[in-house]
């Protein structure tokens, strides 16, 4: 009986500049098996599936349970984490590629950078000032700490980016990840001391108003953050405070 095999056709690239190439693999298949798992069979024995000598597929992963976000590629056209995905409920030839909405590092590693800028950006932390014992913040009702937790699932996977329309190399869109950040840290009770800071970031160009509302951002999201609900919640606020801003400064 004739071993069963799984078919992979990888993109590959071997530097930031250099021109992506695709290569295929047939590697031994085992029952639940996920991409990690094909990909670490590829880096124990890196043959082609015409048996030539070729050098390890790079990709990242680090905590294999879908919470650390860092192993995202686009799995048969699909932007989606590596670990949750199943090679029994994968049709084949399963194609690996990077996103596109990142700089390529090499093969499947991409530069999220642009994601933890844009973080960085809207302020998406909770600042206390000094190091002395402050004692106990304030307590969050119980509903808001619920949906509060929902937004927090955030991995900054990416992507949420790379199934926008709006987020490429030519657009400086901070994304729908950012912006469902700001209303998580905005509504926090110490958060609130920054929250005018964080609109004034979203109403900047790259901003909310990049939004061009397709939705596809919460249909892709792997923790399934509810993203266009935050969007409009934000839209209102910026609105609100645009106008406040307008009329008493």
């Not at 043959?47 to 860092?70: F, H, I, M, R, Y």
């Not at 950078?113 to 844009?118: E, H, L, T």
């Not at 792997?222 to 106008?243: D, F, Q, R, W």
Request: proline residues 8%; charged residues 25%.
């Amino acid at each position: 009986m004739a071993e069963k095999l799984v078919h992979l056709i990888i993109t590959r690239q071997d530097s930031p500049d250099s021109t992506p190439y695709k290569e295929e693999f047939k590697i031994p298949y085992r029952p639940n098996m996920n991409v990690i798992g094909a990909l670490m069979e590829i880096q124990r024995n890196p043959l082609t599936a015409q048996g030539q000598k070729t050098a390890p597929v790079n990709w990242e992963s680090n905590c294999l349970e879908e919470v650390c976000g860092a192993c995202s590629m686009v799995i048969n056209g699909r932007p989606r984490q590596a670990c949750s995905a199943l090679i029994d409920k994968l049709e084949q030839p399963i194609r690996l590629e990077p996103m596109s909405t990142f700089p390529v590092q090499r093969d499947l590693s991409v530069d999220r950078s642009r994601m933890f800028d844009a973080l960085k950006r809207v302020k998406a932390w909770i600042p206390i000032d000094g190091t002395h014992d402050l004692g106990p913040g304030p307590r969050m009702p119980e509903v808001d700490r619920q949906w509060a937790y929902e937004l927090s699932k955030c991995m900054t996977c990416g992507v949420c980016l790379e199934a926008c329309p709006n987020v490429n190399a030519k657009s400086e869109f901070i994304g729908p990840f950012a912006i469902s950040q700001v209303r998580l840290f905005n509504e926090h009770p110490t958060g609130k001391m920054n929250r005018h800071e964080r609109l004034e970031a979203l109403m900047e160009d790259g901003g909310i108003g990049d939004c061009g509302n397709s939705q596809n951002c919460v249909q892709a999201c792997p923790k399934g953050i509810p993203l266009t609900t935050s969007i409009a919640h934000m839209n209102k606020e910026t609105t609100k405070h645009a106008v406040k801003k307008f009329f008493f400064s």
